[in-house]
Structures are given as structure tokens and as C-alpha cells.
């Protein structure tokens, strides 16, 4: 008995098993195409919280607007009764300063999408990446994507997303009113960003 245990066939199988376990060990459960890492392995080590305030500028006036409209729904451009602006796309690429006065440090910009997606009141679908390009923050993103209602004091966003130092970003922005040219339409806003990241 005990000599048939050594034989070639039973030894190579016990030789194998121990190889596979020793495999799956090292790399973490494997299924193929994915695997179960430590965040270590990607020098992750103590998530924190960080605070930013910027202030966005939404210029949509003038030779050389910051945001522009590429879509209009047909009925809106005759049809005073919808003050929504239902359908309107706005394409931005608008500047975030240090300070609300737009000769102030630029510290990144605001680009993305808003769309009026309520039909009875001024409501957009915020779709954006904050792009930051100064200092440690220089090339980093964060991504945004919520409800803006303009006309309120205080609108608050998910922060869906980021990447460089921001990757594994989640929190949320808030979005306050600094200054509305009623005249052109050009806004100055505060934001305040709360972001978890490592
Ligand atoms: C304008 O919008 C209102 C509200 O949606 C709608 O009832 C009305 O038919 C529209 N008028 C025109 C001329 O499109
Ligand atoms: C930010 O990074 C870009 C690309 O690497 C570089 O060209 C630029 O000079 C950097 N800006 C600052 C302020 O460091």
C-alpha cells in the first residue's frame, strides 16, 4: 500500500495540486479574466478626504463664450411658455479659478455636457469633468454627474468618479450662485467638492 502511493501517476497529481494552490495563493482568487488583489499591490494605503473650492465660469456671452448650445428642441425657439428650455444641450469648457474674479489663478476647467432634462422647471442633467492643472492636482479628474437646479441657492452633485490622484474618487459637490448677469446669462459659481480618495 504504502509503496503504491509513491508510484509516478499519485506523486505527479499530489505535485500538481500543491503547484495550482500555491498559484491561486500567490495571484489571489483567480476566475480567468479577473483576480481578487490587495489594495496594496496599487500602493493604495490610507483613504482621505479632501475639500476643494473653485469658482466655475459659465460664459455664454460675447466673442468667446466658454459654453455654447449644440442642440435646441424644435418647439423651444417660438414657445415663450416653456421656461424650462427643455431639450437645450450646452457644450462647456469652462474655467475654474482660485478666486471668483475671472482674472484670478486658473486651477483647472469644467468640461462636459448640460441639458435641460426637466419639462417644468429650469432643471439640467450635469454631465462633467473637472480637469485640474496646477500643481500636485496637475492632469487629475474628477467626474461629475447630477441634478442642477440654477435657479435654487444650494445644488449638491454626486462626484461619480476620478482618475491620477483622484482615482477611486466618491463624494459630492455642491454648486452656489456667486454671481448671474441677467443680461447675458453669464454666471460665476462657487463650488465646494468633498471627495474621498487615497
Ligand atoms: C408650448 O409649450 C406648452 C407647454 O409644454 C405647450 O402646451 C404648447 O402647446 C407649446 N406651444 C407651441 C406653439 O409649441
Ligand atoms: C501640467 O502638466 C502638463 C502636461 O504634463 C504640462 O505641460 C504643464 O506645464 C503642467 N502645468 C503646471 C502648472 O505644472
Do not use: W
Not at 500567490?26 to 476643494?52: D, I, M, N, Q, Y
Amino acid at each position: 500500500m504504502a509503496k503504491s502511493l509513491m508510484e509516478p501517476p499519485f506523486l505527479f497529481l499530489c505535485l500538481f495540486i500543491l503547484a495550482l494552490s500555491s498559484l491561486s495563493f500567490a495571484s489571489g482568487e483567480s476566475h480567468g479574466f479577473s483576480r481578487v488583489l490587495s489594495p496594496k499591490t496599487l500602493g493604495l494605503k490610507l483613504e482621505k478626504l479632501s475639500h476643494l473650492r473653485f469658482y466655475f465660469h459659465d460664459i455664454v456671452s460675447g466673442r468667446k463664450p466658454t459654453a455654447v448650445p449644440v442642440v435646441r428642441a424644435p418647439e423651444m425657439s417660438n414657445n415663450h411658455s416653456l421656461p424650462s428650455f427643455f431639450g437645450l444641450v450646452v457644450m462647456m469648457d469652462d474655467p475654474l479659478t482660485m478666486k471668483p474674479e475671472a482674472s484670478s489663478q486658473e486651477v483647472g476647467r469644467s468640461q462636459g455636457i448640460y441639458a435641460s432634462a426637466s419639462q417644468d422647471e429650469l432643471s439640467f442633467l450635469m454631465a462633467m469633468n473637472f480637469v485640474f492643472t496646477q500643481g500636485k492636482y496637475n492632469g487629475s479628474t474628477l467626474s461629475v454627474l447630477g441634478r442642477n437646479r440654477p435657479l435654487t441657492d444650494m445644488r449638491e452633485m454626486p462626484v461619480v468618479g476620478g482618475s491620477g490622484l483622484f482615482r477611486f474618487a466618491r463624494g459630492y459637490a455642491q454648486a452656489k450662485t456667486h454671481y448671474f448677469d441677467f443680461k447675458t446669462g453669464d454666471a460665476v459659481v462657487e463650488y465646494n467638492v468633498y471627495v474621498f480618495h487615497y
